[in-house]
C-alpha cells in the first residue's frame, strides 16, 4: 500500500480546508422502507485516524447506515459531512472517489469471475491483470490475508470470499474503511496482524468505522463506539471504559443469560468417521487426508480452522452431499466414492447413502451459507420448512399440506424467538440473525440424533449468538450429538466439550476444552500438530487420548 506519506500526500481530498473537521460526520440521517424505519434520526462523527465501532443486534440498522454513507443507499432526510464539507453519495463510485472503502459483511462478487477480475471491476483507474495479480498476491500476503487472484469465485468458501473482500478493500487506499465483521475467518494470531493493520492505518490518518458482534474486539480495538438499537442512537461511548454487559445491554436493551450447562452423561458414539480421504471436486479445493473422529450422544465437538482447509469437503461428504455429486457424475452406475463405513450414523454404515437417507436415520445439517443453501431467499418461511422438515406430516400421498407447513413455520418462529412478518415472511426479508435462529429452529424441531452445524452464529450479534448456543447446549443435554464446525474461537471454547482443528485437510487430535487454549489451537490452525509441530496430543507432549474413549460426564 506504499508509505503513509506518499498515501495521503496524493490523495487529492487531503486538502487543509477540513484539516480540523471530522472525517465523516453524519446528522439527522432517516431512512424508512414500507415495513422498518432502518434509521431514525441518526447522528456520527468519526476523525481522522480514530477507530470507530457501530454496534447493536441484528436489524438496529447498522448495514443501512453504512450503505449510506458508501452511496449503496440514499438517506429520506438527513445531512453528511465529509472533511467538513456538505456532500452527497450518490454511489459507489463516488464513495470510491471521495476516499470511502467498504468490506462488506454479505458479500458483493461475481460468482463467475476469477479473484482478480473481481476486484479489478472496483478499480477506477486503469489497470494491467498481470500487475494487478502480482499486486494482490503482494498485499494478500503482507496482511495474512492469502488469496489466489486465479481462483473462480464460485469456488471459494464463505471465509475465503470475505479475505478477497479485505484485499479488494485494502488495494484502494481508503481514507475511510468500513470494515463489517472483519475477523470472523481469522485464527487468533491472523487478528492479531490484522489489528497492527488497522492500527497502523489509523495512526497514518485513515479514519476506520469497525462493525462487530465480538465485544471483547471493539474494547481491544476502538476509540469510541456509537450504539443502535431500533434504528436508534442509544449510547456514543468509550469501549474500554465499559464491560461486555454494559455494552450488551446497550445493544439488546436488557442482560444477556449466562450459559447454562445441564448436567448429563454422554453416551454411544451417534457419529463416527474413520479414515476418510477424499478428494476435492474444485482444483482449487482442500483434499481430506486421513480424517478420523467420533462424536458421542450428548456432546459437542468442535472443530476449529480457517475457512478453505477442507472444511467444504468434510460438511459435503457428512451431508451427503459429495455422495449424491458423485452419483451424478457416474450416472449410477453403482461405483461408490468411500468405503460404506468411512461414515457412520447411529451405527449404519453412512457413506454410500444419500442425503435424504442419512436424515431418515436422525441426521440434521445446518450449512453455513443461510441463503441459497440453508434457505431459498425467495421462498416464504413456510415453504422453506418445506425443504428439510418434509417428514414432520407437511406431504401426504405426494400432495403438500399448506397447514402442516405453517403450523411448523409458526412453532419455529415461536419457539426460537424469530423476528419476522409470520410463517409468509420471505426468508430474504429477515435480518441475518433471525433467518439462522429460523435455520436451526427448522433443523431442532426435527428431533435429530445427530446434528451437524457449521458457522452457527457468524455474523449474528450477540443476543441472537447467545440464545443460538444455549439451544445447542440444551440439544447436548438432551442426547444429541452435535459437531460444530466453526471460526468463533470464543463460540467453540464456550459451548463445547471438545475441539480438534481441522488445517489442510488433515484433522488435529481432539482435545478437552479445558486442557488447551486459544494460543494452542491457532497455532494448530496454522498446521502445527502432529508430526508438524511438537507436543500436539496432550499439554505433555504425549499421543492424544483414544477417539474410542466416551468424553467425562459434564459438571
Known sequence: ???????????PHAGHAGAHAPRLALAGITK?????????????????????????ENGAGKSTLMKIVYGAVRPDAGEIRWEGEMVEIPSPAAARKLGIGMVFQHFSLFETLTVGENIALSLDEAFDLK??????????????????????VHSLAVGERQRVEIVRCLLQNPRLLIMDEPTSVLTPQAVRKLFGT????????????YISHKLDEIQELCDTATV??????????????ETHASLARLMVGHELPAYTRRAHTPGEVRLDVKHLSMQSEDPFGTSLDDVTFAVHAGEILGIAGVSGNGQAELLAALSGEARDAFQSRMGRTGRHGAAADTVTICGKPAARLSAGARRKLGFAFVPEERLGRGAVPAMSLAENALLTGHRQGMVRSGWLRTGAMRAFAERCIGAFDVRCGGPDALAQSLSGGNLQKYI?????????????????????????????RQQLLDLSARGVAILVISE???????????????????????????ETNA?????????LFGDRGAGAGRPDGGPPPAESAAPPAHA
Open 32 to 56: 424508512q422502507y414500507p415495513a422498518v424505519r432502518a434509521n431514525d434520526d441518526v447522528t456520527l462523527s468519526v476523525a481522522p485516524g480514530e477507530i470507530h465501532a457501530l454496534l447493536g
Open 488 to 514: 468463533e474461537l470464543d463460540e467453540l471454547f464456550d459451548i463445547c466439550d471438545r475441539i480438534a482443528v481441522l488445517a489442510g485437510g488433515r484433522l488435529s487430535p481432539a482435545r478437552l476444552t479445558g
Open 440 to 468: 436451526v429452529g427448522r433443523e431442532i424441531l426435527q428431533a435429530p440424533k445427530v446434528l451437524v452445524v457449521a458457522q452457527p452464529t457468524w455474523g449474528v450479534d450477540v443476543g441472537a449468538a447467545a440464545f443460538i
Open 228 to 241: 443502535l438499537r431500533g434504528g436508534k442512537v442509544t449510547g456514543n461511548v468509550s469501549p474500554r471504559e
Open 131 to 152: 500487475a494487478l495479480a502480482r499486486r494482490i498476491r503482494e498485499v494478500s500476503a503482507q496482511y495474512g490475508l492469502d488469496v489466489d487472484p486465479q481462483r473462480h
Open 1 to 11: 500500500m506504499g508509505d503513509s506519506s506518499s498515501r495521503l500526500a496524493g490523495n
Open 198 to 209: 488497522l492500527r497502523r492505518l489509523a495512526s497514518e490518518g485513515c479514519s476506520i468505522l
Open 519 to 527: 494460543e494452542e489451537i491457532g497455532r494448530w490452525m496454522a498446521g
